[in-house]
């Protein structure tokens, strides 16, 4: 095996890296979308968005694989940042640099690569988008193009980070492993903590401001069913897809966390009564329509929304915001379930401390 070595410009790439602050944040459709269409577009199980870090490799997305990170020393996207090209490897067992590699050798046996370099500033490589197969093969020219196409639209997400002022904030204060304590292992959103904190910022936003702040509490049908009959492992695999259906059906700057076993809270900044009924709709369709992939088959599974409107005065609470949101989701289970539920404009007043 051949480790990566350092591009002549180190220190100024992981400056620049670093000042992106992207490191150590949630999943974000933006990326989610692009590492799917890598899948499906070129027929392989594995694709990532991956960052080179001073040690390691950090995956802002990846699909097919539960990790969020490996050492930059056996990473094959370390190589590939040393080249301006695509670095395209059809049988990693037949390359001198992968061969012995842990990651050619056991799990997850890579046998193909090919990845591209994301390119950013003043021409800094941070990292690749690539894909990854388990058996050899090779790509065509037009394949090639697509890929080098995906990365570029990376690139342009990365140059355009459309964050709320409150969620920008958030990550701009915190240290990476303030925001890697903030973040949920399993689905790779922000934990209750997070949500919390986040939360408060887009409160005080919308205060400020003047605008409304729409917050949802969501919750999978018969999750304990699902544990008790298929096991953990299965209830995992339902909350991350369930995750990331949700977050593919919001608006680019709403955030969902991770609030409880089964719940996920979402913030919807500047969202209006009648535009929450629009995306709740959207949301219980999307889970309906989920197909879920799971190592039993597939499975499908609902929901049961609760959610509120508010306008924020000086004088009104989180806490009694949250309650509402929270009875009106258990309003929505006791009457049958698989529904969103809003409450009434007559809450709004009853927030007053």
């Known amino acids: 095996m051949i480790e990566p070595i350092n591009l002549i410009d180190e220190e100024k790439r992981l400056e620049f890296l670093k000042?992106?602050?992207?490191?150590?944040?949630?999943?974000?459709?933006?990326?989610?979308?692009?590492?799917?269409?890598?899948?499906?577009?070129?027929?392989?199980?594995?694709?990532?968005?991956?960052?080179?870090?001073?040690?390691?490799?950090?995956?802002?997305?990846?699909q097919g694989l539960d990790v969020t990170e490996t050492s930059r020393k056996v990473s094959f996207c370390g190589?590939?940042?040393?080249?301006?090209?695509?670095?395209?490897?059809?049988?990693?067992?037949?390359?001198?640099?992968?061969s012995d590699n842990p990651l050619v050798t056991s799990d997850p046996k890579i046998r193909f690569y090919a990845g591209c370099p994301l390119t950013l500033g003043d021409n800094f490589r941070i990292g690749s988008l690539c894909a990854i197969d388990q058996a050899p093969r090779e790509m065509t020219d037009d394949q090639i193009v697509l890929l080098s196409d995906l990365a570029a639209m990376v690139q342009s997400e990365l140059n355009n980070i459309a964050l709320t002022e409150a969620h920008h904030s958030l990550v701009n204060d915190l240290k990476e492993a303030?925001?890697?304590?903030?973040?949920?292992?399993?689905?790779?959103?922000?934990?209750?903590?997070?949500?919390?904190?986040?939360?408060?910022?887009?409160?005080?936003?919308?205060?400020?401001?003047?605008?409304?702040?729409?917050?949802?509490?969501?919750?999978?049908?018969?999750?304990?069913?699902?544990?008790?009959?298929?096991?953990?492992?299965i209830g995992d695999q339902v909350l991350q897809k369930v995750s990331e259906v949700l977050?593919?059906?919001?608006?680019?700057?709403?955030?969902?966390?991770?609030?409880?076993?089964?719940?996920?809270?979402i913030i919807l900044p500047g969202c209006e009564r009648q535009d929450l009924f629009q995306a709740l709709e959207r949301l219980m369709s999307a889970v309906q329509n989920l197909k879920m992939k799971t190592d039993i088959g597939a499975l499908t599974t609902t929901v049961s929304i609760g959610a509120s409107t508010i306008s924020p005065k000086f004088d009104t609470d989180i806490a009694s915001f949250i309650k509402v949101v929270d009875m009106a989701m258990y309003e929505a289970k006791e009457q049958g379930r698989n529904q969103f539920k809003v409450d009434s404009k007559s809450n709004y007043y009853e927030l007053a401390i």
């Open 79 to 98: 190589h590939t940042i040393l080249q301006e090209g695509p670095l395209v490897v059809p049988d990693a067992l037949k390359d001198e640099r992968f």
């Open 19 to 62: 000042k992106l602050q992207i490191l150590e944040t949630p999943i974000e459709e933006r990326f989610e979308r692009i590492t799917r269409i890598v899948c499906q577009a070129l027929d392989v199980p594995i694709a990532a968005i991956s960052l080179i870090d001073s040690e390691r490799q950090w995956f802002k997305s990846i």
């Open 247 to 265: 977050l593919g059906s919001l608006r680019t700057f709403d955030v969902v966390c991770r609030w409880g076993g089964d719940e996920c809270l």
């Open 178 to 233: 303030e925001r890697a304590a903030l973040i949920d292992p399993l689905t790779r959103l922000w934990n209750r903590a997070g949500g919390k904190k986040l939360l408060e910022r887009e409160w005080d936003y919308a205060i400020r401001r003047g605008i409304p702040l729409s917050v949802a509490m969501v919750d999978i049908d018969h999750f304990k069913q699902i544990n008790d009959s298929f096991g953990h492992c």
